[in-house]
């Protein structure tokens, strides 16, 4: 018998960033991609304004684990800079970052942004994103969340037209007109890296 | 039919009572198991009028609502979480003695690691201590199955049945198979002949505690068969349960070679001393994994026949929850090369009010009254919910949190011993869950006390549930006794602050019991329209001139 390789996710934020949801999405997609997927979350207290964490984990065959350990991640995924920084001891050596540059700092010792910044820049691999910038220039305010997700989506076995379903699914609820946002939001983050960089 | 679902641990839970055809399904909020009753809540309103789902006022009110249900030969489903199985003690423990007549599932979630808990206590232990089954999943698919088990066996053995949760299944998200749903049709009421059962007066009681152990061989014999004895040539070997037999059966697959220790799966209590023979024979060590209390470590560990190793030991840290990483060294697997990022101060972001939050300017108000008076250092008892938040920094405006309802209780004693001023600060659920008594009490007591009801008009902290207090807190309050010039209604708002702290100055100054209704609704309950439907309803009922009017103090 040889070692299953079990692949790890994990995502980081403030309490209402929309983390749990993110989650959801990745663990859908990577179901209808025919993996095993499982997914853990914290609810509570974590709700209110904390430090959310989510994680998802897969393989080919079922898990049962919904916890992964230190450097058990392939993936971890921040919508919060100074959220990314706590996780990235979960990275394998291999593994890969993607996190929005834009801060939520409405606490006491937030470090200087610009040490933050330089911190996960210094993680080998790492993908910062000017999530405002983007959510400027495509008029959506929310498009932060689903660019990180269409750039961390390069790093992850599921074909595009997956996500672009699943996405297109959670959202249907609340009129086309916002899925058509969140998919160009995801596209958008998924054409910010070159063809071939995943590897 | 054959579905495949994807849900929380905890809903599965939830789905499974629905498909095991629940007449209702009962509980009081409480993470991590809030969303196991909200799941067959939402199946039961899509179903139609044949089912019920109620939330109670507290956790004993729940279970006996599920008894009464169990009377009448449907099955029910009670929900709650460990600390929540105190408060039902009285109504669990005796119902073991009644027993039951339509099957009647207890959920319990556990919190190891106190994610949102004041302790770690261990159900499993509850349900030894009742002589009653326990039902231990390790997975999403199992919170199904064992849940559907669970109802057969209740019914089979007429005994309540626990199915016990930990936060790490209750929140694990992943598919499971669901099976054919059965609809609510009970088994018929008690028989004539058998309600003596159901009257524990002494006669009854000891004639049916017999009853009850004797029923203990086929409770074994029933989790015997979920139990697992799995055989391997090593002679170190590996007891888990729960999410340490999830942990470990995940570890077998990254790392092949641990195959060769021979396991002793738990998924059922009580236990079969056969079965713990069988496996100790076979091994000169056991490590053993299981969540909260070290349970099965001490039954193996008393047996004397090979030495057992987990929390006892030190070889599991003795408190907290299990991980990978936990189950890894105890087994002295190396770590995982990982990613370092560079050394920089990382402060906690702790959780806090939602900005605007009502709790906050009652807090403020308190605050100043009490500097008013001239007592700033006064401590204060809270209770617990998102006002518990005050506790900590900036407004470290509470001293005392212990359980649901503690604080009218513990401002009381303090007062009889002569503390003065003496304050308690309880939110609206918890004050209907078991603030109610304790307020009677403090009337009674003649002490002189201030009640700060903080009415958020929800169950904030998980989620925003009505409060059974709903509109009714100063109603409730008059009725237990309070004078009604002694009991102020007011809205916690900045605009406010000055007559808010001039009417907390008052009731500090009073005798006797005092109480002070902050009253706003939740931010969060008011952004989704929670109470919207109810609010409109209260307007059209005030609007009608037949109807009684609100009483107001
Ligand atoms: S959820 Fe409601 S009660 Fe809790 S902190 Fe937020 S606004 Fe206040």
């Known amino acids: 018998m040889s070692a299953t390789r079990i692949h790890g996710i994990v995502l980081a934020g403030v309490g209402g960033q929309g983390i749990l949801s993110m989650a959801q999405i990745l663990l859908e997609a990577l179901r209808r991609s025919g993996l095993h997927a499982l997914q853990s979350e914290i609810h509570g207290m974590s709700q209110r304004g904390g430090s959310v964490q989510a994680q998802v984990c897969f393989a080919d065959t079922p898990l049962t684990s919904p916890l992964i350990e230190e450097g058990g991640a392939d993936l971890l995924i921040a919508l919060e800079p100074l959220e990314a920084l706590r996780y990235v001891s979960m990275l394998r050596i291999s593994g890969h970052l993607v996190t929005a540059e834009d801060p939520v700092a409405d606490m006491e010792g937030y470090p200087p942004l610009e040490d933050v910044h330089r911190a996960l820049r210094a993680v080998r691999g790492a993908h910062l994103l000017d999530t405002e910038s983007l959510a400027r220039k495509l008029a959506h305010k929310q498009a932060g969340g689903m660019a990180i997700l269409g750039l961390a989506s390069r790093f992850l076995p599921v074909p595009e037209e997956t996500w672009r379903e699943v996405i297109a699914q959670r959202f249907e609820a609340k009129g086309a007109r916002i899925v058509e946002k969140n998919l160009e939001a995801f596209s958008a983050g998924r054409q910010l890296l070159p063809e071939g960089v995943e590897a | ?553």
């Open chain 2, 1 to 553: 039919m054959n579905q495949s679902t994807l849900a929380l641990g905890v809903e599965a839970v939830g789905c499974a009572a629905f498909d095991a055809g629940i007449k209702g399904a009962f509980g009081y909020p409480g993470t991590p198991s809030t969303e196991g009753f909200e799941h067959v809540e939402a199946m039961i309103h899509a179903a139609g009028p044949d089912r019920v789902a109620q939330w109670a006022s507290n956790e004993k009110v729940a279970f006996d609502l599920a008894l009464g249900m169990s009377y009448t030969g449907h099955r029910a489903l009670v929900t709650m979480k460990h600390v929540g199985l105190n408060v039902a003690m009285d109504a669990y423990a005796n119902a073991a003695l009644t027993g039951v007549q339509g099957g009647l599932v207890v959920l319990v979630a556990d919190d190891p690691g106190m994610h949102s808990s004041q302790n770690e206590q261990d159900s499993r232990k509850l349900a030894e201590f009742a002589w009653l089954p326990c039902l231990e999943p390790s997975t999403v698919q199992e919170a199904y199955d064992f849940t559907l088990r669970a109802f057969a066996l209740s019914e089979a053995l007429q005994v309540p049945v626990m199915v016990r949760l930990v936060t790490r299944l209750a929140h694990c998200r992943a598919p499971f198979q669901r099976q054919a749903t059965l609809p609510p049709i009970g088994v018929g009421q008690v028989p004539g002949n058998r309600v003596q059962d159901w009257v524990l007066i002494p006669s009854n009681a000891r004639r049916r505690y017999v009853d009850l152990l004797a029923k203990q061989p086929r409770m074994r014999e029933a989790a015997a068969e979920l139990n697992r004895l799995v055989p391997g040539t090593a002679r170190r070997g590996v007891a888990a349960a729960g999410l340490g037999r999830a942990y470990f059966t995940q570890l077998i697959l990254e790392y092949p070679e641990l195959a060769a220790l021979p396991r002793l799966d738990v998924a059922a209590y009580p236990l079969d001393p056969a079965t713990e023979e069988a496996f100790l024979a076979q091994v000169d060590e056991v490590l053993v994994f299981e969540e909260d209390y070290p349970l099965l470590e001490e039954r193996l560990g008393l047996r004397g026949r090979a030495r057992v190793r987990g929390r006892l030991d030190g070889a599991v840290p003795r408190t907290g929850e299990l991980s990978p990483r936990v189950l890894k060294d105890a087994l002295g697997l190396g770590a995982l090369e990982h990613r370092t990022a560079p050394a920089l101060d990382l402060p906690v972001r702790a959780p806090r009010f939602c900005e605007g939050c009502g709790h906050v300017d009652a807090y403020e108000a308190v605050q100043e009254a009490l500097r008013a008076i001239g007592s700033p250092e006064a401590r204060v008892f809270g209770d617990i919910g998102c006002y518990t938040l005050a506790a900590q920094e900036p407004l470290s405006a509470i001293h005392g949190v212990v359980e649901m309802g503690a604080s009218i209780s513990l401002a009381v004693g303090a007062a009889l011993a002569g503390q003065k001023p003496a304050v308690a600060v309880i939110g609206d659920s918890t004050f209907a869950h078991s603030g109610l008594p304790a307020l009677l009490t403090a009337v009674e007591s003649g002490a002189d006390v201030t009640v700060v009801i903080l009415d958020n008009r929800v169950v904030g902290m998980t989620g925003q549930q009505p409060s059974q207090a709903l509109d009714q807190v100063e109603r409730l309050v008059l009725g237990l006794g309070v004078p009604a010039s002694q009991v102020q209604v007011l809205t916690p708002l900045p605009s406010k602050h000055a007559e808010n702290v001039a009417a907390t100055e008052a009731a500090l100054r009073a005798r006797g019991t005092s109480v002070l209704v902050f009253r706003r609704e939740c931010i969060q309950s008011l952004r989704r329209g929670v109470l919207k439907e109810h609010d409109r309803e209260l307007r059209e009922r005030q609007a009608c001139p037949t109807c009684v009017p609100e009483v107001q103090p």
